[in-house]
């Protein structure tokens, strides 16, 4: 393995536990596991910057001539910070709509623009949206295939009773409990690449390649957690009054305080259009986080979340919106979060891998969705205009 594939590949490495960190800070789960993936994600870090410096001291000459190029700092620089650093999750989702290509020089958009004739050019992004709901949710790493979680319920309690001296002492409510029963499934894909593209481009394709897989574990997450959301049966909204005795009276005191409404484009125009009787708008930045909203109501102050209306769409018209704390409603038990092979040998649907001269990269993750608390949030479905 050449130098530039081993850094690709440690590039690689080191992205797919991003993710993995991440779900393990959500969750505070901070264990040997979480320093173990931690100091990893140090190692590679070590590796691929001496990689990535020993391929600048090599570019700085040609072949049989000792005198160096004009590589200023500024170009070593911009070298070691690598020509994808943009390239994260945000390409065009032809992989996503189940359109497996094999990429090869010279074939448009399935990679030929990457390397036209006599020209060697940097591949540039279509801006999109990076919607995550992951952090929203309780994501809950598990070692094996099915199991089994014991949660104690809310209930109402009626308190200890009076009794009179030496009368026998009644016994208290008992707490009850709830089991949520998961079964992992696998979820995959692959996306074939040809060697030339890999050898001949002055980008780093495998990486940008395992970035395309970890962008389609992001969005498989995104559905199926609005698909659990959908499960427990929608609301009918049609205004602001519908909203509010849902977070006081619906949900209760103990949800709203960590509450959120969750909700697209569509509804985020509909909730600007929300007014307080002298005209001011209900929708406000929130204090020291300009980017960030909530809808401010009297003393009722919630955080607005909102998404794209492709990781949150419309139903017929009907504005969805998630209202309630998904954190406590919605559970995901995480087999494995993202795992990326790289095959060279192996027929893969119609492709001999070998015999047409290609790599194909797999993209494997396995997890449940389920929910855990039916009472902690309500999918909404919006139906009135604003006025």
Known sequence: MNLKQKLYDLKGQQKALVPELRAMVDSGDLGEDYQAKNTRFDELGTQIKAIETQLAREGMFDEGDPTPKDFTPGTVKAFESGVLKGLTQNVVKEFAAGVRKAMTEGVGADGGFTVPADIVTRVY??????????????????????GKRTYKTRQQLTGLQTVAEMA????????????????IAKRAGYL????????????????MVINWLAD???????MK???????????????????????????????????????NDSGLLWLLNLKTGQGDSLLQPRPNYTEQMQLCVGPVVIPIHVWDNATLPNDGGKIPMLIGSLKEGIQRFDRKHLTV???????????????QDMVAFKGTMRDDYKVRDAEAFRYCELTAAAG
């Open 125 to 146: 992004e279509l801006v999109s949206a990076e919607d995550n709901l992951l952090p929203y949710i309780t994501n809950t790493p598990v070692t094996s295939n099915s």
């Open 168 to 183: 026998k002492i009644p016994k208290t409510d008992k707490p009850t409990f709830a089991q949520v029963d998961y079964v």
């Open 192 to 207: 074939p690449v040809s060697v030339e593209l890999l050898e001949d481009s002055d980008e780093n394709i495998a990486t």
């Open 216 to 222: 389609e574990v992001r969005v498989t997450i995104n």
């Open 225 to 263: 957690v609005v698909a659990t959301a959908k499960s427990i049966g929608a609301t009918a909204i049609s205004g602001l009054e519908d909203i509010m005795q849902l977070l006081t009276e619906g949900l209760g005191s103990a949800i709203r305080k960590i509450s959120a409404i969750h909700t």
């Open 341 to 355: 092979s790289r095959l060279t040998e192996a027929t893969v649907g119609d492709i001999n891998l070998a015999e």
